[in-house]
């Protein structure tokens, strides 16, 4: 009997949730791993972008492996390695054998995760029927993300920041019998040749520079983040120069003469710029300055998953009634709104108006991520749509990965010219503050929270005034930034992107 298309649907979409999730389950775990592991800002940073980083530059080569070798077989190798991962990540001793774990995993998710949608694709190939399953697919990534922080905060709340990790390894046992059991295989039949130096070069050339815009705004330009960004120059550029004289291109640069195709990956890559940078604030935000549990913290992300959900999945329909174009546009212009709303956040703030910012930003991104989406697969030819759905995939991990190192930089930039101005006006209060603790409160937030834990109350409720006041404003800054580059996106969008979308040989 054959298997149910939608069957299949619900065994990638659960693939997907894994590696989803894996983007920010970790982001509540940050203020416990910095202070049981003494991970500095910068390892803390590296612990999130690790995954993302190897996850983005892995993803081409996998998507290619999969149409040359079999997209189920990927699916499952990737499973086994994320499961590997997952597995030594939960015994990880120390900051940086945890950073080399999440670089395996996300070695290990660049496999699954464009697998999933070219898979997909093959499955469903009545457009408006593809159009529906692809809302489900960006749903299920956005919502994994945006609800991560919800599994992290309910395992913290009862077990050490291991479970985080060690999670993974059973839900990945039940998704491989399911995908050995229903699951069918498809590749590309005429076998195409492997790009290798391609994904070599693009590989360490994405690498490069995100460790560039990492490293930069903790260590200015210093020689190695001066090297970083010599690299990334020179690999992506002989990459692209590669890539136009390739027998078979890992990623034919063609594809980028075409309006519709760039102008989607744009808007794939601002979205997720967006909320993963506002991602990686906001848990801190509650936790360490309004004093929520990660549980609580990470429920308090909730309506961004719920308006991220509900918006994917009328998504199609409003696309099919109002054309993509305006769709896109107007989800852009929700996220932008959000992050201006979340830009004026104080430390005293009552949740609500939180939880209506997120709830708007989320909205945002439901609308535009799975016409965005359709609209890159749309361009691409059915039988390379491996290599289609790592583009997509490779532009969401490098969106988000810019969006913590960037926007996170700006905060980090911020909160320093603004914490020697706090200390100051807090005069007297500041002055009781023993000078180690003061050394902490300049460095980040999270540093300073472990010391003024140890203080006493009448010195450590001024001390979490003034870091807390200084990290709002540093928040607010990037959160500025990142609503301006997401409304250039929207006028991009409403310049560029077609009001309806067709497929290349349709």
Sequence with gaps: MRTSKWLILAILSFALALISLDNTIVNVALPSLQEEL???????????????????????????????????????????????????????????????????????????????????????????????????????????????????????????????????????????????????????????????????????????LVTFIVELPDGGLTTSTLLAGIAAAILLITFVWWEKRAPRPLLPMSLFTDRVFTVAVVMVGLVYFALMGALFFLPQFLQLVQGLTPLQSGIGMLPGAGGLLLASLISPRLAERFGARRTVVTGVLFVAAGLVLMSFVEPMTSYPYVGIALGITGIGMGLTLPQATNAVLSRVPKERSGMGAAVNDAVTELGGSFGVAILGGVLAYFYRVRIDEVIDSAGQAAAAIPAQALDAVRESLASATVLIGQLPSDIAIPAKDIVGGAFVSGMGWALSIGAGVTLLGALLAWRLFPQQLERVEE
């Design 38 to 208: 003494g991970a500095t800002t910068a390892q803390l940073q590296w612990i999130v972008d690790a995954y993302s980083v190897l996850f983005a530059g892995t993803l081409l080569l996998a998507g290619s492996l999969g149409d040359r070798f079999g997209r189920k077989r990927i699916l499952l190798i990737g499973l086994v390695i994320f499961g590997l991962g997952s597995l030594a990540a939960g015994a990880s001793p120390d900051a940086n054998v945890l950073i080399a774990c999440r670089a395996l995993m996300g070695i290990g998710g660049a496999f699954i995760m464009p697998s999933t949608l070219s898979i997909l694709v093959q499955t469903f190939a009545v457009p408006r029927e593809r159009a529906q399953a692809i809302g489900i697919w960006a749903a299920v990534a956005g919502v994994g993300v945006a609800i991560g922080p919800i599994a992290g905060g309910a395992l913290l709340e009862h077990f050490s920041w291991h479970a985080v990790f060690l999670v993974n390894p059973p839900l990945v046992l039940i998704v491989l019998i399911l995908a050995l059991r229903f699951i069918p295989e498809s590749l590309d039949e005429t076998k195409p040749l492997l790009d290798l130096r391609g994904a070599a070069l693009v590989s360490l050339g994405l690498i490069a």
